[in-house]
């Protein structure tokens, strides 16, 4: 079993930073999977960013402004730089295992807004 916690989460002016942490527990190796997601009001869940083994993925509308990394093979960031009222939305941390199991946190609100 595996828990996720996200914070950082809150209210910025555009062209702010934030930086996401997201606190995972449970069987859990540099191996497997994580990756920042976001949900705004009546849009799909996207993909932001992901990290496997220090390889990085990036949506087109964050890359070079938002920077995902691991501390451990635990632990998740997401540094965002140069935000953007569209990067309002709930964001959330994602673990993908070997075995294709899945799991979510919570969400954090990343709110920007002059």
């Known amino acids: 079993q595996v828990q996720l916690v996200e914070s950082g989460g809150g209210l910025v002016q555009p062209g702010g930073s934030l930086r996401l942490s997201c606190a995972a527990s449970g069987s859990i190796s540099s191996s497997n999977t994580m990756g920042w997601y976001r949900q705004a009001p009546g849009k799909e869940r996207e993909l932001v960013a992901s990290?496997?083994?220090?390889?990085v993925n990036y949506a087109d509308s964050v890359r070079g402004r938002f920077t995902i990394s691991r501390d451990n093979a635990k632990n998740a960031n997401l540094q965002m730089n140069s935000l953007k009222p569209e990067d309002t939305a709930v964001y959330y941390c994602?673990?993908?295992?070997?075995?294709?199991?899945?799991?979510w946190g919570q969400g954090t609100q990343v709110t920007v807004s002059s």
């Open positions: 990290i496997r083994s220090g390889s």
């Open positions: 994602n673990l993908i295992k070997w075995t294709g199991a899945t799991y």
